[in-house]
């Protein structure tokens, strides 16, 4: 399985990223996904998830700013994060599981500053 993670860079606060997952070896239409964040010296957090059913769930601190998608036609999940915080800075990993079995990809980059 390889889950390949883009879109990470600098951003001004108030701007836009839009992070994609492409998943590899894998049946994704049958995977939840999911993206997770993590700050040096703290755990990784939980960001954004969509569930095989296409069900989704959000962090407190993104909803309203973040949207989660799947294209299960292309193997792709995607994060669209609006209005970035300097607090949403951090490394952002896609993650895909189901039952005993759980991925993570390498993680991209994220930097909120002016």
């Known amino acids: 399985v390889q889950l390949q993670a883009s879109g990470g860079g600098l951003v001004q606060p108030g701007g836009s990223l839009r992070l994609s997952c492409r998943a590899s070896?894998?049946?994704?239409?049958?995977?939840?996904m999911g993206w997770y964040r993590q700050v040096p010296g703290k755990q990784r957090e939980l960001v954004a998830i969509?569930?095989?059913?296409?069900?989704?769930k959000y962090a407190d601190s993104v909803e309203d700013r973040f949207t989660i998608s799947r294209d299960n036609a292309r193997n792709t999940l995607t994060l669209q994060m609006d209005g970035l915080k300097p607090e949403d800075t951090a490394v952002y990993y896609c993650?895909?599981?189901?039952?005993?079995?759980?991925?993570w990809g390498q993680g991209t980059l994220v930097t909120v500053s002016s």
């Open positions: 993650r895909a599981w189901r039952y005993e079995v759980d991925d």
């Open positions: 070896g894998v049946l994704f239409s049958n995977k939840h």
């Open positions: 969509v569930e095989s059913s296409g069900s989704t």
